[in-house]
């Protein structure tokens, strides 16, 4: 059964609070955690090291919350979905009738690349509907950036503050018209290519990046940017409009692949971060999705339809 605000609502209810000091974040959290365990609900707490041992010392029961200080929970957004969607079919065949789950996403501070990240917590709203999950997502408002701070006020339905008080975002857009961000282009792309091919095979994609990727990453890196390089050749030759061009710049620590076709693109907002099994497209977005060690962003634009691959993250 739902409790608290959440009563009576249908999958996720999904909130955002900003905190400026560590006085803040506990109040945004000690009386959510504390009413989900009084009430015997599954809670979840996904944060560092640092603030995970803030909030055990300021909650009576901190036994009863699963803390999850394992960065790998956030790899990329397609993972983090997924990896969340299993605790919540566990929970669900356990008897929870609630589950409450909180988080902060660092690569939402301190410079971190948070383009993606955007695309997950609208996606959010969707995916996880068939769950009744009460998200409270946490951004440090010292630290966030502007644009940010408006793409979270525009995936989050609802915005809670420090003192209990809660409003619906006026600025909440839908999922399908959702407007991510942009990804920021890695100073490698104004400089001249190193590799560039156009109508090649995934084959002939994966030697040649291969090539480039040996001199520079360990086994498990090459691999996965391979993999990601070589499902965006195929997703192109089979979903877009051609030519499909393979651009790569390298740098002695990292290597930065666009995979380009003149097509527009998904129509789907969660392509790449979800699979829908029903249907017959999407499956090489989303693999390349899960890998943690390439930064995977789609861009449609004027001129057609762009996976950036970037690696390592």
């Known amino acids: 059964m739902r409790t608290g605000a959440a009563r009576g609502w249908g999958g996720n209810f999904h909130e955002a609070g900003f905190f400026a000091s560590d006085a803040e974040f506990l109040e945004l959290l000690v009386p959510f955690v504390t009413e989900g365990t009084a009430g015997g609900e599954p809670v979840l707490v996904a944060d560092d090291e640092r603030k995970c041992a803030l909030l055990r010392a300021a909650l009576p029961r901190p036994e009863a919350v699963t803390f999850i200080t394992d960065a790998g929970l956030y790899a990329s957004p397609a993972s983090a979905i997924e990896a969340y969607r299993r605790r919540f079919e566990r929970h669900l065949a356990a008897g929870a009738g609630q589950i409450r789950i909180t988080g902060e996403i660092a690569q939402a501070s301190g410079g971190g690349r948070f383009a993606g990240w955007d695309r997950y917590e609208s996606a959010i709203n969707a995916v996880w509907q068939d769950y009744p999950v009460w998200s409270r997502c946490l951004y440090d408002a010292t630290t966030v950036a502007d644009d940010v701070r408006d793409a979270v006020e525009r ?34 792309e104004a400089t001249t290519p190193s590799l560039r091919l156009t109508d090649a095979s995934p084959r002939q994609a994966r030697h040649l990046i291969a090539q480039v990727a040996n001199e520079r990453f360990d086994t498990a890196t090459r691999d996965e940017l391979v993999l990601a390089v070589s499902e965006a050749v195929e997703n192109s030759q089979q979903h877009g409009r051609p030519p499909t061009t393979v651009t790569a710049w390298t740098a002695a620590d990292r290597v930065v692949v666009r995979v380009h076709d003149t097509g527009p693109g998904p129509a789907n907002p969660l392509a790449g971060l979800v699979w829908d099994r029903s249907s017959r497209g999407g499956r090489g977005l989303w693999i390349s999705h899960q890998l943690a060690r390439v930064d995977v962003a789609l861009v449609a634009d004027a001129e057609g339809f762009t996976v950036r691959l970037r690696s390592p993250v």
């Open 155 to 188: 995936s989050h339905p609802r915005l809670v503050a420090p003192d209990g008080s809660a409003t619906a975002s006026r600025r909440y857009q839908d999922v399908a018209e959702f407007k991510p961000l942009s990804p920021e282009p890695d100073p490698l």
